[in-house]
């Protein structure tokens, strides 16, 4: 059974900074691609940031630009996303996603799988 958990949320001022991490087990992580979306409250669920099997190739949505990076950690099968200069609107749940490599890495409907997500919360 596959199984992706989240930790590292919380709350945190406008300005300031937090690590999200994503545990996968029950797949062979490092077929995978992974991505980080986020859904706000009364919204749509918004790509944040995907890295492809190979890490050196990773892709963000324009809104996180320049603040959050995400990185992977195969040998411990987790992906983790810092997020730097954080607004309120980056407020929302997160959540992190598998899928197989293809297209569709900002789609969120190309996603196998899914964490339950976890709460960040920016404060002004």
């Known amino acids: 059974q596959v199984q992706l958990v989240e930790s590292g949320g919380g709350l945190v001022q406008a300005g300031g900074s937090l690590r999200l991490s994503c545990a996968g087990s029950g797949l062979t992580f490092s077929n995978y691609a992974m991505g980080w979306f986020r859904q706000a409250p009364g919204k749509e669920r918004e790509f944040v940031a995907a890295?492809?099997?190979?890490?050196?190739?990773?892709l963000y949505g324009d809104s996180v630009k320049g603040r959050f990076t995400i990185s992977r950690d195969s040998a411990k099968n987790t992906v983790y996303l810092r997020m730097n200069i954080l607004k309120p609107e980056d407020t929302a749940v997160y959540y992190c996603?598998?899928?197989?490599?293809?297209?569709?890495?900002?789609?969120?409907?190309?996603?196998?799988?899914w964490g339950q997500g976890t709460q960040v919360t920016v404060s002004s």
């Open positions: 996603a598998a899928k197989y490599p293809g297209n569709g890495y900002d789609q969120s409907q190309a996603y196998d799988y």
């Open positions: 890295i492809r099997r190979s890490t050196s190739i990773t």
